[in-house]
C-alpha cells in the first residue's frame, strides 16, 4: 500500500507550483519503480511521470519540462514537483508503485502494471 502525503494537492493559480509526495512502507523502496497518473473529470486516468529504481524519469509531452520526480530512498517517497502549472492540470493525482522498477518495454504508462495506488489528491489549477 503507497500512501498520498498531505499537504501537496490543493488550490494554486496558474504558474504556480505545487509538489505531491507518495510514500511507500516498504523496506525495499529502493527497488520500486514509481508513476504518476491523473484523472480529470470526465476524463480517463492518464500518465503523467515516473521514475525507475535507477532515478531515470519519463514524462508525458503534455507535463515534459514543467514537472519533476524525485525520491529520497531514505525517506521511502517519491516526489512530483509540479511548475508553470495550468488550468488543464486540474486533476486528481495518484501515485503507483512497482515492486520491481517499472513495467519493461515502455509500459510505465500503463496503469495495470503497478501493483499499488494512493488514495488520490486533488490538484487545481485557477486561471
Known amino acids: 500500500q503507497v500512501q498520498s502525503v498531505e499537504p501537496g494537492g490543493g488550490l494554486v493559480q496558474a504558474g504556480g507550483s505545487l509538489r505531491l509526495s507518495c510514500v511507500v512502507p516498504?523496506?525495499?523502496?529502493?527497488?520500486?519503480?514509481m508513476g504518476w497518473f491523473r484523472q480529470a473529470p470526465g476524463k480517463e486516468r492518464e500518465f503523467v511521470a515516473a521514475?525507475?529504481?535507477?532515478?531515470?524519469?519519463v514524462y508525458a509531452d503534455s507535463v515534459k519540462g514543467r514537472f519533476t520526480c524525485t525520491r529520497d530512498n531514505t525517506k521511502n517517497t517519491a516526489y512530483l514537483q509540479m511548475d508553470s502549472l495550468k488550468s488543464e492540470d486540474t486533476a486528481v493525482y495518484y501515485c503507483a508503485a512497482r515492486s520491481w522498477g517499472l513495467p519493461n518495454g515502455g509500459n510505465y504508462y500503463n496503469a495495470a502494471m503497478y501493483d499499488y495506488w494512493g488514495q488520490g489528491t486533488q490538484v487545481t489549477v485557477s486561471s
Open positions: 521514475i525507475d529504481w535507477n532515478t531515470a524519469t
Open positions: 516498504a523496506r525495499t523502496f529502493a527497488n520500486y519503480g
